[in-house]
C-alpha cells in the first residue's frame, strides 16, 4: 500500500495540479479566446511560443527556468526582495514551472473550441444589445464548456504526470516539493518495486479515468446538440 511520504506526495501533487489549473484557468482562457479572434500577424508568433512546452524536452525548459529563479536573476532577485525567500526548489516555482509547461494543453483545446464557435452567433447576440462581456460569459463560455472541460482536465491531468521539470526547480524535498512522479522514481531507483507497482498503477488508473471522463462528456454534448 501506500506508505505515509507517498501520500504526502500524493495531496501534494493534487494542489499542484489544482492550484495550476485554476490559474490556467484565468491566464489560459484570454489568452485562447484572443488567439482565436484577432487577425493580427503577432499570431504567427505567439502561438509557436505557446506550443513550445508540447515537442520542448522538460529538462531543457527546467533548466532554463533553474536559471531564471537563480537568486542573481532578474526574476529570482525579484521574488527574494519580495518574499525574503529563494525562488527554485519551492512549491512556488513548480506552480510557475507547471503553469508554463502545462499553457498549451490548457489553450490549444480551447481556442479550437472558440474558433468553432463562429462570429454568427456572437453575431446574433450583439444585434440583440449584447455588449463583448456579456456575449462571452453568456454566449461563449456556456456554447464552448466542452473546451473548458476538456482543457481543464488534461492540463490537470499534465500536471499529475509532470517529472523532468519539476526535478529541474524542485529537487526533491519530502512536503515542499517531492510530487508523485518524483517519489516513484525514488521508489524504482531504490529497487522498491512494490512501491513502484502502486504508484504507477494509481497513475495509469487516474489517467484512464480522466480520459474516460472527457470523452463521455464531449460525447453527452454532442448529443445533446445534435438536434
Known amino acids: 500500500m501506500f506508505a505515509d511520504q507517498d501520500l504526502v506526495a500524493l495531496l501534494l501533487t493534487l494542489k499542484l495540479a489544482l492550484v495550476t489549473t485554476l490559474i490556467l484557468l484565468l491566464l489560459g482562457t484570454p489568452l485562447a479566446w484572443w488567439l482565436a479572434n484577432t487577425k493580427r500577424r503577432v499570431k504567427l508568433l505567439i502561438e509557436p511560443v505557446v506550443a513550445l512546452p508540447l515537442i520542448l524536452p522538460p529538462t531543457v525548459m527546467g533548466f532554463y527556468l533553474l536559471i531564471a529563479f537563480a537568486p542573481d536573476s532578474l526574476v529570482g532577485g525579484l521574488w527574494l526582495q519580495l518574499t525574503g525567500t529563494p525562488l527554485a526548489f519551492t512549491f512556488s516555482a513548480l506552480v510557475i514551472g ?61 500536471t499529475v504526470g509532470e517529472f523532468g521539470i519539476v526535478l529541474m ?52 454534448f454532442q448529443m445533446r446538440y445534435s438536434f
Open 98 to 158: 507547471s503553469v508554463i509547461y502545462s499553457l498549451p494543453f490548457f489553450t490549444q483545446p480551447l481556442q479550437i473550441a472558440f474558433e468553432n464557435l463562429g462570429a454568427g452567433v456572437l453575431e446574433a447576440a450583439a444585434t440583440m444589445g449584447a455588449r463583448p462581456l456579456d456575449r462571452f460569459f453568456s454566449v461563449a463560455v456556456p456554447l464552448c464548456r466542452r473546451g473548458f472541460i476538456t482543457a481543464a482536465s488534461l492540463s490537470f491531468a499534465h
Open 169 to 220: 526547480i524542485g529537487g526533491n524535498i519530502p512536503g515542499e516539493t517531492r510530487v508523485l512522479s518524483i517519489a516513484l522514481y525514488d521508489h524504482v531507483e531504490s529497487l522498491q518495486y512494490s512501491e513502484a507497482h502502486w504508484l504507477a498503477g494509481g497513475l495509469l488508473l487516474f489517467s484512464f479515468l480522466m480520459l474516460l471522463m472527457v470523452y463521455g462528456a464531449n460525447r453527452r
